[in-house]
C-alpha cells in the first residue's frame, strides 16, 4: 500500500527515506530512470528502462510491489501504480498524466502483433500506436487497456473493463469491451 508512505510518522520515516533513497539511487544507476522528488516506489517493483526506452517518474509518485513497468513511459507528478500493474510502452510510449489512479492488476500494453495466417505467431510483426492516460483518471482493478487508445482527463474506468476504444473526458466506461455507463457531474 504505497500511499501509506506519505502519512508515516516522522519516527518511521527516519528508516524510511533512506531506504527509498538506496532503492530509488540503484534504479537510477543501472536504468535509464529519472525519478522526481517524494517519490515511493517499492522494492518488489520491477522496472525496466533500457536507451531509447527510458523511464521518466514525476514528483510525488507511488508505485507498488510486483509492478511490471517497461519503458518508454512518462510518469508525471501525483500519481499512483497499486501493486500487480504491467504497463509496456512498446516503440511509441505511455503518458499518465498527473494525480491519475491505477488500480491492482492493471495491465496496459502499447504495441500489438500481427496474426496474419501466412506467418507463425512468433513470426509476426509487432507494431505500437502508444497510450495516453488523461488527468484525474481512476482506472479500477484488473483493466485491460490495450494500444492506441487515449483516456481523457477525468475518466473513470470500472474495475474488469477491457479498453479498446477512446474514452471522452470525464466520462465513466465498464465492461468487454467497455462502453459508457454515465458521466462524473
Given at each position: 500500500?504505497?500511499?501509506?508512505y506519505?502519512?508515516?510518522?516522522?519516527k518511521?520515516l527516519?528508516?524510511?527515506?533512506?531506504w527509498?533513497?538506496?532503492?530509488q539511487?540503484?534504479?537510477t544507476?543501472l536504468?535509464t530512470v529519472?525519478?522526481g522528488e517524494?517519490?515511493?516506489i517499492?522494492?518488489l517493483?520491477n522496472?525496466?528502462?533500457?536507451p531509447?526506452?527510458?523511464i521518466?517518474?514525476?514528483?510525488?509518485v507511488?508505485?507498488?510491489?510486483?509492478?511490471?513497468?517497461?519503458?518508454?513511459i512518462?510518469?508525471?507528478?501525483?500519481?499512483?501504480?497499486?501493486?500487480?500493474?504491467y504497463?509496456?510502452?512498446g516503440a511509441?510510449?505511455?503518458?499518465?498524466?498527473?494525480n491519475?489512479?491505477?488500480?491492482?492488476?492493471?495491465?496496459?500494453y502499447?504495441?500489438?502483433?500481427?496474426?496474419?495466417?501466412?506467418k507463425s505467431?512468433?513470426?509476426?510483426?509487432v507494431?505500437?500506436?502508444?497510450i495516453?492516460i488523461g488527468?484525474?483518471?481512476w482506472i479500477?482493478?484488473?483493466?485491460?487497456?490495450?494500444?492506441?487508445?487515449?483516456?481523457?482527463?477525468?475518466?473513470?474506468?470500472?474495475?474488469?473493463s477491457?479498453?479498446?476504444k477512446?474514452i471522452?473526458?470525464?466520462?465513466?466506461f465498464a465492461g468487454?469491451?467497455?462502453k459508457?455507463i454515465?458521466?462524473?457531474n
Open positions: 500500500m504505497p500511499w501509506l506519505y502519512s508515516l510518522k516522522e518511521h527516519l528508516w524510511a527515506k533512506p527509498q533513497e538506496e532503492i539511487k540503484e534504479l544507476e536504468e529519472k525519478i517524494n517519490c515511493f517499492s522494492s517493483a522496472i525496466f528502462a533500457e531509447g526506452r527510458d521518466i517518474i514525476g514528483n510525488n507511488s508505485i507498488g510491489a510486483e509492478t511490471f513497468l517497461h519503458g518508454p512518462i510518469i508525471e507528478d501525483g500519481v499512483s501504480i497499486n501493486a500487480g500493474v504497463i509496456d510502452g511509441k510510449g505511455v503518458i499518465v498524466k498527473k491519475t489512479r491505477i488500480a491492482n492488476g492493471t495491465k496496459i502499447a504495441f500489438n502483433h500481427g496474426i496474419s495466417l501466412s505467431i512468433k513470426e509476426q510483426t507494431t505500437s500506436k502508444g495516453t488527468s484525474d483518471v479500477g482493478a484488473n483493466v485491460c487497456i490495450v494500444d492506441g487508445v487515449s483516456i481523457e482527463n477525468q475518466a473513470v474506468i470500472g474495475m474488469g477491457v479498453v479498446t477512446n471522452p473526458n470525464g466520462e465513466i468487454n469491451p467497455a459508457k454515465g458521466k462524473r
